[in-house]
């Protein structure tokens, strides 16, 4: 080690020392250097942008050019709330939002409680690899895979069962993809549940059923409501599943897509684009209060 | 609560059960990979390795996996910058707007694709008047790449003895000299781990990237996305498939293990 004595020799008063001081003196400017580069950046990049899409969803494109147009109209909001299409593809992203966190929040209520509460620590480090892993393979491929099952000729073709590609496909292929989403919060609720509470419950005399019933589930509520804001809000947002396994079903998001692409409508897709966003902040706002938010 | 020997059975059946909808999807595409068929029937008549050769000659994905790595790699290099300012400055500082800058990081990432694609969409078209291409794309990916970055080295320095810090400004160190030789070394394994972690982000997007790359620019995702709808490509895609599954997970893995390390240290 010589950075020691090197050090305890008066050090050069070089540019980087002076600016070094200067900082010790002020650190708010400190704090404006790292901050100024990532902060701009995401101030720009995003927090304008949004705003910027609310802006845009008030303009409209010109009918013959379809080059946006400047001029404020609530045109492409009064359809959205009016026209039939609109609002039947609301309704049926809603829907299958709210079936797909269900079938979700079903398969891991059960699964999280056995990883916490029922197998031993190995098998729970081992359970939790294998539902966190698929996490991390390709989304696209996840829906492809399902491609593949419910194509005419594939894997449920040859149980004789024949749903093909839409709305059921969909539903199924968006629940597989957000289950380790909604596995992940559950079971670390599980794992925050007391044993000592259920002790005392079954202790008092309450069956397996009451006890969760009574005891462990309202401990629960946050890390389900935490999971299924995950599939809820992902689900209104997807198109690429719909698209892939969806047939010609409309979903909010491949309406936006295609106002987009090949409409050219940015503005419409702008303000379609508003209803998830609209609907995934009331979800938020009406969870506020289980605190289910700090267990994301 | 006491668990009997038939309630634990249940619980061992619905788990064996969820693990078999989770992972007969991602068997179906393996074997699928090997199959003769060229519409995914199932089940399959034969096996062969024909498609791994195609896929392997196949120009258009190889193109798709150079794009797609030069994208993650300069998405992740600015991410890597603005996601350690950010947690240093976090880690740091005690100000107002802490938490709102916080949320901010994690917006990209928490807001569903779509709502980050055509916000970013309708800024770079309707807004700057660019033309979409591999710089908006690599713009868009650095922007929701950031938080793992920013998640890993925040951690990181969460963890960190201040002692050492104020031993290296004690010994004489300006600050510079401190970040180089003191924090920088001790967060070196984080950063990897937030740089890989961001490399398989960016890798395997594909709603934020159909939104902001335009039509000239193919990443694999986008590639595969194409080649699955067209006839005949199907057995090309699957191979295609398996690798994407690979090489998304080797590097995640990775980036665990590393973290796992260095929390037991």
Same mark, same amino acid.
């Given at each position: 080690?010589?950075?020691?004595?090197?050090?305890?020799?008066?050090?050069?008063?070089?540019?980087?020392?002076?600016?070094?001081?200067?900082?010790?003196?002020?650190? /708010?400017?400190?704090?404006?250097?790292?901050?100024?580069?990532?902060?701009?950046?995401?101030?720009?990049?995003?927090?304008?942008?949004?705003?910027?899409?609310?802006?845009?969803?008030? #303009?409209?494109?010109?009918?013959?050019?379809?080059?946006?147009?400047?001029?404020?109209?609530?045109?492409?909001?009064?359809?959205?709330?009016?026209?039939?299409?609109? /609002?039947?593809?609301?309704?049926?992203?809603?829907?299958?939002?709210?079936?797909?966190?269900?079938?979700?929040?079903?398969?891991?209520?059960?699964?999280?409680?056995?990883?916490?509460?029922?197998?031993?620590?190995?098998?729970?480090?081992?359970?939790?690899?294998?539902?966190?892993?698929?996490?991390?393979? %390709?989304?696209?491929?996840?829906?492809?895979?399902?491609? %593949?099952?419910?194509?005419?000729?594939?894997?449920?073709?040859?149980?004789?069962?024949?749903?093909?590609?839409?709305?059921?496909?969909?539903?199924?292929?968006?629940?597989?993809?957000?289950?380790?989403?909604? $596995?992940?919060?559950?079971?670390?609720?599980?794992?925050?549940?007391?044993?000592?509470?259920?002790?005392?419950?079954?202790?008092?005399?309450?069956?397996?059923?009451?006890?969760?019933?009574?005891?462990?589930?309202?401990?629960?509520?946050?890390?389900?409501?935490?999971?299924?804001?995950?599939?809820?809000?992902?689900?209104?947002?997807?198109?690429?599943?719909?698209?892939?396994?969806?047939?010609?079903?409309?979903?909010?998001?491949?309406?936006?897509?295609?106002?987009?692409?090949?409409?050219?409508?940015?503005?419409?897709?702008?303000?379609?684009?508003?209803?998830?966003?609209?609907?995934?902040?009331?979800?938020?706002?009406?969870?506020?209060?289980?605190?289910?938010?700090?267990?994301? | 609560?006491?668990?009997?020997?038939?309630?634990?059975?249940?619980?061992?059946?619905? $788990?064996?059960?969820?693990?078999?909808?989770?992972?007969?999807?991602?068997?179906?595409?393996?074997?699928?990979?090997?199959?003769?068929?060229?519409?995914?029937? #199932?089940?399959?008549?034969?096996?062969?390795?024909? #498609?791994?050769?195609?896929?392997?000659?196949?120009?258009?994905?190889?193109?798709?996996?150079?794009?797609?790595?030069?994208?993650?790699?300069?998405?992740?290099?600015?991410?890597?910058?603005?996601?350690?300012?950010?947690?240093?400055?976090?880690?740091?500082?005690?100000?107002?707007?802490?938490?709102?800058?916080?949320?901010?990081?994690?917006?990209?990432?928490?807001?569903?694709?779509?709502?980050?694609?055509?916000?970013?969409?309708?800024?770079?078209?309707?807004?700057?008047?660019?033309?979409?291409?591999?710089?908006?794309?690599?713009?868009?990916?650095?922007?929701?790449?950031?938080?793992?970055?920013?998640?890993?080295?925040?951690?990181?320095?969460?963890?960190?003895?201040?002692?050492?810090?104020?031993?290296?400004?004690?010994?004489?160190?300006?600050?510079?000299?401190?970040?180089?030789?003191?924090?920088?070394?001790?967060?070196?394994?984080?950063?990897?781990?937030?740089?890989?972690?961001?490399?398989?982000?960016?890798?395997?997007?594909?709603? $934020?990237?159909?939104?902001?790359?335009?039509?000239?620019?193919?990443?694999?995702?986008?590639?595969?996305?194409?080649?699955?709808?067209?006839?005949?490509?199907?057995?090309?895609?699957?191979?295609?498939?398996?690798?994407?599954?690979?090489? %998304?997970? $080797?590097?995640?893995?990775?980036?665990?293990?590393?973290?796992?390390?260095?929390?037991?240290?």
């Amino acid at each position: 080690m010589t950075a020691p004595t090197t050090a305890l020799a008066a050090p050069p008063q070089t540019g980087v020392r002076r600016a070094s001081r200067a900082l010790d003196r002020h650190p /708010r400017v400190g704090l404006a250097a790292l901050l100024g580069l990532p902060l701009g950046w995401l101030v720009v990049v995003y927090v304008v942008s949004l705003g910027f899409l609310l802006i845009t969803a008030l #303009w409209q494109t010109d009918s013959f050019t379809n080059e946006v147009r400047m001029e404020w109209t609530l045109d492409n909001l009064e359809r959205i709330v009016t026209q039939d299409l609109y /609002r039947a593809v609301t309704l049926r992203t809603l829907g299958a939002a709210v079936l797909v966190t269900l079938i979700d929040v079903a398969i891991a209520l059960p699964v999280g409680y056995a990883m916490a509460k029922v197998f031993g620590p190995r098998a729970r480090a081992a359970l939790v690899i294998a539902f966190l892993m698929p996490l991390w393979a %390709s989304y696209l491929v996840k829906a492809y895979a399902w491609r %593949s099952i419910f194509i005419e000729g594939g894997l449920l073709s040859s149980l004789g069962i024949t749903p093909g590609f839409g709305e059921v496909a969909t539903i199924v292929t968006l629940a597989y993809i957000w289950l380790p989403y909604v $596995v992940m919060p559950i079971y670390a609720g599980f794992e925050r549940v007391p044993d000592s509470l259920v002790e005392a419950s079954s202790d008092l005399g309450a069956r397996n059923l009451r006890t969760f019933a009574a005891v462990v589930l309202p401990l629960m509520y946050p890390a389900i409501i935490a999971g299924a804001i995950f599939s809820f809000s992902l689900t209104l947002g997807d198109y690429i599943a719909v698209r892939i396994v969806g047939g010609s079903t409309q979903f909010l998001g491949t309406l936006i897509y295609d106002n987009v692409g090949v409409a050219g409508n940015v503005p419409m897709a702008a303000a379609v684009a508003l209803v998830p966003i609209v609907v995934i902040l009331l979800f938020l706002l009406a969870v506020r209060r289980t605190g289910a938010l700090r267990n994301l | 609560m006491r668990i009997s020997k038939p309630v634990r059975a249940t619980f061992v059946a619905i $788990v064996a059960l969820a693990l078999a909808f989770v992972y007969v999807p991602l068997l179906v595409v393996l074997v699928n990979a090997f199959s003769t068929s060229q519409a995914l029937a #199932w089940p399959p008549r034969s096996l062969t390795l024909e #498609w791994w050769g195609r896929a392997a000659a196949n120009a258009g994905a190889w193109q798709a996996v150079g794009t797609s790595v030069v994208v993650a790699l300069c998405a992740t290099a600015i991410a890597l910058v603005l996601g350690t300012l950010c947690a240093l400055a976090l880690d740091r500082f005690e100000f107002f707007g802490k938490e709102a800058v916080n949320l901010l990081i994690v917006l990209p990432i928490a807001l569903p694709g779509i709502v980050t694609g055509i916000v970013l969409n309708n800024l770079f078209r309707t807004g700057l008047g660019l033309t979409l291409g591999l710089g908006t794309l690599i713009v868009s990916h650095a922007t929701f790449c950031i938080v793992t970055v920013y998640n890993n080295a925040f951690a990181r320095l969460r963890r960190l003895n201040g002692n050492l810090v104020d031993a290296s400004a004690d010994l004489g160190a300006d600050r510079f000299t401190t970040f180089r030789l003191v924090t920088l070394p001790q967060l070196r394994s984080a950063l990897f781990a937030g740089a890989l972690l961001a490399f398989g982000l960016s890798f395997d997007e594909i709603i $934020v990237t159909q939104f902001t790359a335009g039509p000239g620019v193919t990443t694999l995702p986008i590639w595969i996305f194409q080649n699955m709808f067209r006839p005949g490509q199907a057995p090309i895609v699957n191979v295609v498939a398996v690798v994407l599954v690979i090489v %998304s997970i $080797v590097p995640i893995a990775l980036a665990q293990r590393l973290e796992a390390r260095a929390e037991q240290r």
